[in-house]
């Protein structure tokens, strides 16, 4: 599976953005996805999982309430829809694929990841 993250950019703090995740090569609707962000000098953080269908999803503390993870089996995509974003929001966004129908929140349960897009939120 390869994936491919896009809607990166430059907001200002409590607008919004909505990323997504397109698989290529192959489907990953069997599998669960997951969204990570590394900000600048720290390591690779866990933000969003979701399994297979959906129906499940999982969100780091500080992003409850204002991200949302989703996906669409058939056009092959994962989103994230973040909204009263903050600074400390800052960081480049990676999406990968567990070779599972769920991933969690651990990183090393998933096995393909994308190249990441970087979000910047100005104060």
């Known amino acids: 599976v390869q994936l491919q993250a896009s809607g990166g950019g430059l907001v200002q703090a409590g607008g919004s953005l909505r990323l997504s995740c397109a698989a290529s090569k192959r489907t990953f609707s069997n599998n669960g996805v997951g969204w990570f962000r590394q900000a600048p000098g720290k390591e690779r953080d866990f933000v969003a999982g979701?399994?297979?269908?959906?129906?499940?999803?999982t969100y780091t503390d500080s992003v409850k309430g204002r991200f949302t993870i989703t996906r669409d089996n058939a056009k092959n995509t994962v989103y994230l829809q973040m909204n009263s974003l903050k600074p400390e929001d800052t960081a480049v966004y990676y999406c990968?694929?567990?070779?599972?129908?769920?991933?969690?929140?651990?990183?090393?349960?998933?096995?393909?990841w994308g190249q990441g897009t970087l979000v910047t939120v100005s104060s």
């Open positions: 990968a694929a567990a070779r599972s129908s769920w991933g969690g929140d651990e990183a090393r349960m998933y096995h393909y």
């Open positions: 979701i399994n297979w269908r959906g129906g499940s999803t």
